[in-house]
């Protein structure tokens, strides 16, 4: 039986040779709280020990969080520092890679005043707005992966014992991420493949829309011309593959920006800005959002639409069958990175650049003449489930399944 030492040490050594495929000499920035603090020394380690010049830490701290949130002036959510701005630039234009740590608990900020929230989350936005740029045109490498907090933890498993719940979490991220497997780096190569397999069948079919149908969704997404499906890998300005979310199971592209119509309801609770939204339903006319209601959260909600003009539209169109390993674990995670992989999903708010054929090049003017929506967010949600049906839609209006009850119909 492998140990948990040597499955976090598989987790790094996954995280550093796939996730960013660090690189001889290449610096790496790593975002984390300080609950995860023994796993990114392990990170800090493996990185060093594959070639890394320099290793920096942003750390975070979610007490100190909560607290900014209660007593700090109004104002102080208005900014965003000027030198965290220029650090993550800075690295980015050296050819640095990003590893960002999930830990947050899910109900951090819970009684806040939504409007703070909202504040925050748009100065963070717009000063990092350049950087979102280089992330989502794949100039650098960067992953995202997950390390327990025991609120978190107790979040995901409130019937375990306190003593047990953090070592509950753990099982299930390294089940998601493969590192409970003997070869977790070949099983991530063949991960890769399989996804690749449905990401080549659907840039072959070329769809002009797709028509999504369930008990709680009636929605038509178009596509743009040009639209790029993608999926597991990705390959830096350089030439470098990389892993930008770990665990992932989804293939993805981008919506024409004024092609959305109809409505879709939630099926998982969405985590975000230290609040959960659940059980909510997104109204769309050309594209736009004019309508959201949800039965938890939905002030937050709201303000997160009105985050900018482009927040008021899809930026990402995913699809993920039902039966998944994630979405067969039966665990909600109240975690995106999670359950985004459990289940179709959409995201309110910017579009990836390399969705487009020669999108990585264009410029944002030219994104937007494309259809590719521009935004300072971007929030997935999650709508999948097993009664969901899509039909592809092609140029001449003919029609084929491409998922029945959940899961591919191909």
Known sequence: MTSFNEKLSRYAELAIKVGVNIQPGQQLYIAATIDSAPFVRLLTEKAYQTGAKQVYIDWADDTVTRLRFELAPEEAFTEFPAWKVQEREQLAEQGAAFISIVSQSPDLLTGIDATRIAASQKATGQALSKYRQYVQSDKISWTVLAAPSQKWAA?????????????????????????????????????????????????????????????????????????????????????????????????????????????????????????????????????????????????????????????????????????????????????????????????????????????????????????????????????????????GILEDGSREPIFRNGNWAF
């Open 155 to 391: 979040k995901v498993f409130p019937d375990a014992p306190a003593n047990q719940q953090v070592d509950m979490l753990w099982d299930a991220i390294f089940k998601a991420v493969r590192v409970d497997l003997d070869q977790p780096i070949e099983a991530w190569a063949e991960h890769d493949r399989l996804l690749h397999t449905k990401v080549d069948y659907l840039n072959d079919k070329k769809y002009a829309k797709l028509h999504y149908t369930s008990p709680k969704t009636d929605l038509e997404v178009a596509l743009p011309a040009g639209h790029l499906w993608c999926g597991a890998g990705s390959v830096n300005e350089k030439g470098d593959t990389f892993m930008a979310n770990m665990p992932t199971e989804e293939v993805f592209t981008v919506p024409h920006k004024t092609g959305v119509n109809g409505y879709v309801s939630s099926t998982k609770p969405l985590s975000y800005g230290g609040n959960i939204i659940d059980d909510f339903k997104v109204t769309f006319k050309d594209g736009k959002i004019i309508d959201v209601t949800a039965a938890q959260g939905e002030e937050v909600l709201k303000q997160l639409v009105a985050t900018d003009e482009g927040s008021h539209f899809l930026g990402e169109v995913a699809l993920v069958p039902h039966q998944s390993p994630i979405s067969d674990s039966n665990i909600l995670f109240y975690n995106t990175l999670f359950d985004e992989n459990a289940s179709n999903h959409f995201a309110i708010g910017s579009a990836y650049a390399f969705c487009l054929e020669g999108g990585k090049t264009m410029s944002p003017e030219d994104l937007l003449k494309n259809g590719l929506n521009q935004s300072i967010t971007h929030v997935d949600f999650m709508v999948g489930s097993s009664e969901m049906n899509i039909d």
